[in-house]
Protein backbone atom coordinates (compact mmCIF):
# COMPACT_ATOMS: atom_id res chain seq x y z
CA UNK A 1 0.00 0.00 0.00
CA UNK A 2 0.82 3.64 0.09
CA UNK A 3 1.69 5.14 2.96
CA UNK A 4 3.96 8.12 4.87
CA UNK A 5 5.13 8.33 8.13
CA UNK A 6 5.93 11.96 9.77
CA UNK A 7 5.77 12.79 13.42
CA UNK A 8 3.22 14.18 14.69
CA UNK A 9 4.17 16.81 16.77
CA UNK A 10 7.58 18.42 17.37
CA UNK A 11 8.69 21.61 19.73
CA UNK A 12 11.86 23.21 19.17
CA UNK A 13 12.83 26.87 20.82
CA UNK A 14 13.16 30.31 18.76
CA UNK A 15 16.79 30.79 16.86
CA UNK A 16 17.35 27.24 16.85
CA UNK A 17 16.87 23.89 13.83
CA UNK A 18 14.45 21.72 13.72
CA UNK A 19 14.24 18.60 11.64
CA UNK A 20 11.11 16.85 10.59
CA UNK A 21 11.26 13.43 9.12
CA UNK A 22 9.31 11.58 6.28
CA UNK A 23 9.46 7.79 5.64
CA UNK A 24 7.41 6.92 2.77
CA UNK A 25 6.22 3.32 1.06
CA UNK A 26 4.61 3.77 -2.53
CA UNK A 27 4.28 1.79 -5.45
CA UNK A 28 5.71 3.72 -7.65
CA UNK A 29 7.74 6.94 -6.79
CA UNK A 30 8.41 10.35 -8.05
CA UNK A 31 9.76 12.89 -6.27
CA UNK A 32 9.11 13.82 -1.98
CA UNK A 33 7.37 17.48 -1.64
CA UNK A 34 6.95 19.63 1.25
CA UNK A 35 4.10 21.90 2.22
CA UNK A 36 3.44 24.36 5.03
CA UNK A 37 0.00 24.94 6.86
CA UNK A 38 -1.03 27.52 8.60
CA UNK A 39 -4.01 27.91 11.33
CA UNK A 40 -7.05 28.50 8.86
CA UNK A 41 -4.87 28.89 5.63
CA UNK A 42 -4.10 26.87 2.66
CA UNK A 43 -1.14 24.72 2.13
CA UNK A 44 1.56 26.54 0.59
CA UNK A 45 4.83 24.66 -1.31
CA UNK A 46 7.88 24.99 0.14
CA UNK A 47 10.42 22.46 -0.96
CA UNK A 48 10.77 19.60 -3.94
CA UNK A 49 13.56 16.89 -4.32
CA UNK A 50 13.01 14.80 -7.05
CA UNK A 51 17.14 13.70 -7.09
CA UNK A 52 19.07 12.00 -3.71
CA UNK A 53 20.14 14.75 -2.25
CA UNK A 54 19.86 18.40 -0.06
CA UNK A 55 18.25 21.01 -1.67
CA UNK A 56 18.23 24.26 0.20
CA UNK A 57 15.68 27.56 -0.30
CA UNK A 58 16.75 30.64 2.61
CA UNK A 59 16.55 28.93 5.90
CA UNK A 60 14.70 25.71 4.90
CA UNK A 61 16.40 22.40 3.21
CA UNK A 62 15.11 19.17 2.28
CA UNK A 63 17.07 16.24 2.06
CA UNK A 64 15.54 12.93 -0.08
CA UNK A 65 17.34 9.27 0.46
CA UNK A 66 15.80 6.94 -2.37
CA UNK A 67 17.15 4.00 -1.05
CA UNK A 68 15.68 4.15 2.46
CA UNK A 69 12.66 5.61 1.25
CA UNK A 70 13.35 8.86 3.71
CA UNK A 71 13.37 12.72 3.50
CA UNK A 72 13.50 15.15 5.92
CA UNK A 73 12.96 19.23 6.44
CA UNK A 74 15.42 21.16 7.86
CA UNK A 75 14.21 24.83 9.36
CA UNK A 76 17.29 27.31 10.52
CA UNK A 77 16.78 29.85 12.89
CA UNK A 78 13.77 29.29 13.42
CA UNK A 79 10.88 31.76 13.82
CA UNK A 80 7.85 32.46 15.26
CA UNK A 81 6.33 32.92 12.35
CA UNK A 82 7.67 29.32 11.16
CA UNK A 83 4.92 27.55 13.68
CA UNK A 84 2.87 25.79 11.31
CA UNK A 85 2.02 22.05 10.17
CA UNK A 86 4.23 20.78 7.76
CA UNK A 87 3.11 17.78 5.41
CA UNK A 88 5.85 15.29 3.15
CA UNK A 89 3.28 14.51 -0.12
CA UNK A 90 5.25 11.96 -2.39
CA UNK A 91 3.96 11.61 -6.22
CA UNK A 92 2.99 8.29 -6.53
CA UNK A 93 3.41 7.35 -10.17
CA UNK A 94 2.98 3.98 -11.64
CA UNK A 95 1.49 3.29 -15.02
CA UNK A 96 -1.79 5.72 -15.27
CA UNK A 97 -2.30 6.08 -11.66
CA UNK A 98 0.06 9.25 -11.08
CA UNK A 99 -1.29 11.44 -7.91
CA UNK A 100 -0.09 13.15 -4.83
CA UNK A 101 0.28 11.55 -1.67
CA UNK A 102 0.54 13.60 1.69
CA UNK A 103 1.40 12.62 5.44
CA UNK A 104 -0.79 13.37 8.13
CA UNK A 105 1.27 16.46 9.00
CA UNK A 106 3.56 17.40 11.50
CA UNK A 107 2.83 20.26 14.03
CA UNK A 108 5.35 22.78 14.08
CA UNK A 109 5.47 24.60 18.05
CA UNK A 110 7.65 27.44 18.64
CA UNK A 111 8.41 28.37 22.01
CA UNK A 112 10.15 32.15 22.80
CA UNK B 1 -6.83 38.14 -7.60
CA UNK B 2 -5.82 34.34 -6.68
CA UNK B 3 -4.91 31.53 -9.07
CA UNK B 4 -7.01 29.22 -7.68
CA UNK B 5 -10.32 30.35 -6.63
CA UNK B 6 -12.75 28.23 -4.19
CA UNK B 7 -16.25 29.08 -3.93
CA UNK B 8 -18.23 29.12 -1.20
CA UNK B 9 -15.52 29.57 1.34
CA UNK B 10 -17.62 28.02 4.10
CA UNK B 11 -20.93 26.59 3.92
CA UNK B 12 -23.85 25.03 6.54
CA UNK B 13 -26.22 22.65 5.25
CA UNK B 14 -28.58 20.05 6.33
CA UNK B 15 -28.65 16.37 6.11
CA UNK B 16 -29.69 15.04 2.88
CA UNK B 17 -29.36 18.48 0.67
CA UNK B 18 -27.44 17.93 -2.48
CA UNK B 19 -24.50 20.84 -2.27
CA UNK B 20 -21.55 21.88 -4.76
CA UNK B 21 -18.00 23.37 -4.45
CA UNK B 22 -16.88 25.42 -7.22
CA UNK B 23 -13.07 25.68 -8.09
CA UNK B 24 -11.71 27.84 -11.04
CA UNK B 25 -8.11 28.47 -11.97
CA UNK B 26 -5.86 30.91 -13.36
CA UNK B 27 -3.09 29.06 -13.63
CA UNK B 28 -3.35 27.23 -16.67
CA UNK B 29 -2.73 23.98 -15.74
CA UNK B 30 -4.26 20.34 -16.84
CA UNK B 31 -4.20 19.14 -13.28
CA UNK B 32 -6.99 19.74 -10.99
CA UNK B 33 -7.22 17.67 -7.63
CA UNK B 34 -10.20 17.59 -4.45
CA UNK B 35 -8.74 17.42 -0.83
CA UNK B 36 -10.68 16.58 2.38
CA UNK B 37 -8.47 17.84 5.65
CA UNK B 38 -9.40 16.34 8.95
CA UNK B 39 -7.98 16.81 12.09
CA UNK B 40 -5.00 14.22 12.48
CA UNK B 41 -5.70 13.04 9.20
CA UNK B 42 -3.85 15.27 6.86
CA UNK B 43 -4.99 16.07 3.61
CA UNK B 44 -6.70 12.67 1.47
CA UNK B 45 -7.76 13.02 -2.05
CA UNK B 46 -11.26 12.57 -3.36
CA UNK B 47 -11.03 12.99 -7.09
CA UNK B 48 -8.41 14.13 -9.62
CA UNK B 49 -8.41 15.32 -13.05
CA UNK B 50 -5.72 15.25 -15.64
CA UNK B 51 -7.83 16.98 -18.37
CA UNK B 52 -11.23 17.64 -18.93
CA UNK B 53 -12.13 13.83 -20.12
CA UNK B 54 -9.80 12.48 -18.19
CA UNK B 55 -11.23 12.29 -14.14
CA UNK B 56 -10.26 9.59 -11.50
CA UNK B 57 -10.68 8.26 -8.48
CA UNK B 58 -9.20 9.17 -5.48
CA UNK B 59 -8.82 7.26 -1.82
CA UNK B 60 -11.95 8.62 -0.34
CA UNK B 61 -14.27 8.89 -3.54
CA UNK B 62 -17.40 7.30 -2.03
CA UNK B 63 -20.30 10.14 -1.78
CA UNK B 64 -18.84 12.38 -3.73
CA UNK B 65 -18.96 13.15 -7.65
CA UNK B 66 -16.93 15.84 -10.14
CA UNK B 67 -17.48 17.39 -12.86
CA UNK B 68 -14.64 19.36 -14.91
CA UNK B 69 -16.54 21.83 -17.24
CA UNK B 70 -13.52 22.99 -18.49
CA UNK B 71 -9.44 23.13 -17.76
CA UNK B 72 -10.00 25.77 -15.55
CA UNK B 73 -13.74 24.54 -13.60
CA UNK B 74 -13.51 21.78 -11.35
CA UNK B 75 -16.84 21.49 -9.28
CA UNK B 76 -16.98 18.29 -6.43
CA UNK B 77 -20.77 17.59 -4.78
CA UNK B 78 -21.72 15.88 -2.33
CA UNK B 79 -25.32 14.43 -3.72
CA UNK B 80 -26.89 13.88 -0.27
CA UNK B 81 -24.29 15.17 2.27
CA UNK B 82 -24.18 13.08 5.81
CA UNK B 83 -22.53 14.89 8.91
CA UNK B 84 -18.76 12.91 8.69
CA UNK B 85 -18.55 15.07 5.23
CA UNK B 86 -18.30 17.90 7.61
CA UNK B 87 -14.58 19.34 6.58
CA UNK B 88 -12.07 21.47 5.11
CA UNK B 89 -12.23 21.00 1.63
CA UNK B 90 -9.39 22.02 -1.05
CA UNK B 91 -8.94 22.31 -4.29
CA UNK B 92 -5.38 22.51 -6.00
CA UNK B 93 -3.86 22.39 -9.46
CA UNK B 94 -0.33 21.64 -10.37
CA UNK B 95 2.06 20.80 -13.32
CA UNK B 96 3.18 17.46 -14.07
CA UNK B 97 6.72 19.29 -15.64
CA UNK B 98 7.09 20.77 -12.61
CA UNK B 99 7.43 17.88 -10.10
CA UNK B 100 4.04 18.54 -9.73
CA UNK B 101 3.70 21.09 -7.02
CA UNK B 102 0.20 21.49 -5.69
CA UNK B 103 -1.17 25.45 -5.66
CA UNK B 104 -3.92 25.45 -3.08
CA UNK B 105 -7.19 27.13 -3.26
CA UNK B 106 -8.29 28.75 0.19
CA UNK B 107 -10.69 26.33 0.89
CA UNK B 108 -14.27 25.16 1.61
CA UNK B 109 -15.21 24.95 5.16
CA UNK B 110 -18.08 22.89 4.98
CA UNK B 111 -20.53 21.68 8.03
CA UNK B 112 -23.81 19.26 7.84
CA UNK B 113 -25.83 19.64 10.68
Known amino acids: GQSLEQPSEVTAVEGAIVQINCTYQTSGFYGLSWYQQHDGGAPTFLSY????GLEETGRFSSFLSRSDSYGYLLLQELQMKDSASYFC?????????????FGKGTRLHILP | DADVTQTPRNRITKTGKRIMLECSQTKGHDRMYWYRQDPGLGLRLIYYSFDVKDINKGEISDGYSVSRQAQAKFSLSLESAIPNQTALYFCATSDPDRGDIQYFGAGTRLSVL
Open chain 1, 49 to 52: NGLD
Open chain 1, 89 to 101: AVRDQKNRDDKII
